[in-house]
């Protein structure tokens, strides 16, 4: 059962109904039980028969859940590292086994985003960061909360633990301003996504037959539909959870508007970046081998040059994990892992004379033109990363590249071919002045939360932009007797 589907809206309005009508004290069981059943009715492989995927996070919890109990009543350094290992390799085996090798169809619900919580979680009990939950289940319902199975963000126990578990009353302010996140993460998934959707599949499915601008048309799309789809799922789960009472960490701050590739990653799926850094780069980079290797190179390269390679060597790895987290395979590890690699190191690498240039031509960093040339320069080469990404197989990929590149084609522009690409002139406009407002509501959004703003504004004007909104969701938005915009096409990159 999907976030966007009509019966998951309709048990999330009885749920929320019960879930304030009970006592305050047993809201947690509540959304433990909610949770459960959300993943019993919603993962593919449970709704075949497949039942038994609820072993799986059990078992997970059940894993970390002894080995943080453990670890917290142990004071023997060499133990807590040892159930701390064990821990790690059962989690990471049981992922990587279902995930990578062999037995996809088996995987459950959401698997890379709650083993990525609960080891978070463990490892700050590791480092006396975090505290010890000694109760299996309420450690459950935070490996397993039903609004960030299927697609994040990742969660810090540290600070989830007193929202989880304290209860919460009523509150109108919470309730509505939930209720508008999710009224414009439909916005995006159902009246963007998946109309840029129909003219990427058109393009990426059949490349050959395409040459030029309207193979760039159909990555630009794509890049589209696909932020869209992941944001808008994400405004959709952190409205649900904000009406009940329970705050999520933001996952995405209009990456677009970043102005080189470091930014935009501290922009796009922010959980997963923090988590990577937290747990993954800092502790690599504290390792035996990484702190001797910037004094085994100094002779040769010289301090400063020795520490960057160092930095660049660890930061290699890093991305690699990341590309082979989102598919396991080459196409994934290139588009958005190890060329995301490339272009940062350049980027640092080509930073001084970059400096001198804008020096020369007197360009000052906050130049509005030059401004807008970093932003439409990430965004291009984000595009061509999730080309990799988007495509069967690298040779997929540096094909389309290659027919983007073997001609021109302006004349789509006034020819009438860009209503040929599955969209009709109708359908296009609906989707350009979509992305339109989307886009000038991102820019505006750098100033301050749109809902906080709306709320200021008389009830009459604030109710009428509402109904407004919803109602072009409602007659605009992509529906249809084979439709499930729920399935939610991150998804198929990771799970």
Same mark, same amino acid.
């Not at 004290?25 to 069981?29: G, P, S």
């Not at 492989?45 to 995927?53: D, E, I, R």
């Not at 578990?165 to 009353?169: A, E, I, N, Q, S």
């Given at each position: 059962m999907s976030v966007t589907s009509f019966y998951f809206l309709c048990l999330f309005a009885l749920a929320l109904l019960l879930y304030y009508a009970i006592p305050k004290? @047993? /809201? %947690?069981?509540f959304l433990l039980l909610l949770s459960i059943g959300y993943?019993?009715? #919603? +993962?593919? =492989?449970? /709704? #075949?028969?497949? %039942?038994?995927?609820?072993?799986y996070l059990l078992a997970a919890v059940g894993a970390v859940y002894g080995a943080a109990v453990f670890i917290g009543r142990t004071a023997e350094q060499r133990k807590k590292r040892a159930a701390l290992i064990c821990a790690v390799l059962f989690c990471l085996g049981l992922l990587c086994a279902l995930r990578f090798f062999g037995l996809p169809l088996l995987a459950p619900l959401g698997i890379s985003f709650y083993t990525l919580t609960l080891l978070g979680y463990l490892f700050d009990v590791y480092y006396e960061i975090g505290q010890v939950q000694t109760s299996y289940l309420k450690l459950l319902l935070f490996g397993a909360y039903f609004p960030t199975m299927i697609s994040g963000p990742i969660l810090k126990? !540290? *600070?989830? *633990? $007193?929202q989880l578990? $304290? $209860?919460?009353?009523l509150d109108y302010r919470q309730v509505t301003f939930g209720m508008q996140r999710m009224l414009w993460g439909f916005f995006? =998934?159902? =009246?963007? #996504? *998946?109309? @840029? @959707?129909?003219? @990427?599949?058109?393009?990426? +499915?059949n490349y050959d037959d395409y040459a030029g601008l309207p193979v760039w048309l159909g990555a630009v799309a794509f890049t589209a539909q696909l932020y869209t789809n992941f944001s808008g799922c994400m405004d959709i789960v952190l409205g649900i959870s904000q009406c009940f009472g329970i705050g999520l960490p933001e996952n995405f701050d209009a990456p677009f508007l970043s102005r080189n590739i470091s930014e935009y990653w501290r922009r796009w799926h922010i959980t997963l970046g923090t988590w990577l850094k937290e747990y993954l780069f800092y502790p690599l980079l504290r390792t035996r081998f990484f702190m001797q290797l910037p004094k085994t190179l100094k002779p040769r390269l010289g301090k400063k040059r020795a520490k960057q390679v160092t930095t660049f060597l660890a930061m290699f790895l890093l991305w690699f994990a990341i590309g082979y987290w989102h598919g396991g395979t080459w196409n994934f590890i290139i588009g958005s892992g190890l060329l995301h690699w490339f272009y940062i190191v350049s980027g640092e690498l080509l930073e001084p004379?970059? #400096? !001198? %240039?804008?020096a020369a031509w007197h360009v000052p960093d906050e130049n509005r033109l030059f401004i807008f040339f970093q932003r439409l320069r990430t965004f291009a080469l984000v595009t061509?990363?999730?080309i990799f990404f988007r495509s069967p197989t690298v040779p997929d990929a540096l094909r389309m590249i290659g027919r983007g590149c073997s001609a021109l084609n302006l004349r789509i522009l006034w020819d009438g071919s860009l209503f040929s690409y599955g969209l009709n002139w109708i359908e296009f406009t609906i989707l350009a002045v979509s992305l339109l407002f989307f886009g000038w509501a991102s820019v505006r959004q750098q100033k301050g939360w749109l809902r906080e703003r709306l709320e200021k504004k008389p009830l009459i004007l604030r109710w009428a932009i509402l109904y407004a909104l919803l109602f072009y969701v409602i007659l605009l938005g992509q529906y249809g007797p084979e439709y499930s915009a729920a399935e939610f096409i991150y998804q198929n990159f990771r799970a």
């Open positions: 004290k @047993a /809201q %947690w069981a993943f019993m009715t #919603s +993962d593919p =492989v449970t /709704q #075949s028969g497949g %039942w038994y995927v609820i072993f126990y !540290r *600070e989830m *633990e $007193g578990y $304290g $209860g919460h009353k995006k =998934v159902l =009246v963007i #996504s *998946e109309r @840029a @959707a129909v003219i @990427a599949n058109e393009i990426f +499915d004379f970059f #400096s !001198r %240039w804008k061509l990363g999730l």
